[in-house]
């Protein structure tokens, strides 16, 4: 089944079809085809983040995570990265695995159904709108 459409689910970012495939842990990163070696040869680490409700996220994407627009992430505008990373219990994991999971399948996207779920669902809970530009399908 891996790589083949999902009914009619597609990606809120690109509009292509969402695939059932195998991805990594990371909340922000999973769905990118390049990120299964660095995972598979133990190149990150991994952390569960309180205030984005316990996900687990690599060390890679956890340091470049403040770079995004928070609307993007479904935050108001003004909200601190840094006052939430510094605020947010921070766990260090070692309960990561690939999966099985619903992912999109282009290879210019590859955003996983798992982290655009949780976008959406802390944009209704924050009474953020999405971007348009970033979740056109959304």
């Not at 195998?22 to 952390?47: H, I, S, W, Y």
């Not at 909200?79 to 605020?87: G, I, M, T």
Request: with cysteine; hydrophobic share 35%.
């Amino acid at each position: 089944m891996e790589n083949q459409p999902t009914s009619d689910v597609i990606c809120g970012q690109c509009g292509e079809p969402i695939v059932m495939r195998e991805v990594t842990p990371c909340l922000d990163c999973g769905g990118l085809q390049g990120e299964m070696a660095e995972f598979k040869n133990g190149k990150r680490t991994f952390f569960k983040v309180g205030f984005l409700n316990n996900e687990i996220v690599c060390d890679f994407c956890l340091a470049d995570i403040s770079h995004y627009d928070p609307p993007y992430y479904g935050f108001p505008q003004g909200f601190s990265w840094a006052q939430a990373l510094k605020d947010s219990p921070l766990s260090k994991t070692e309960e990561v695995e690939t999966k099985m999971e619903l992912a999109c399948s282009n290879p210019r996207c590859e955003n996983t159904l798992r982290r655009q779920e949780f976008i959406k669902e802390n944009a209704k809970k924050n009474k953020v709108s999405l971007p348009q530009a970033f979740w056109p399908f959304v």
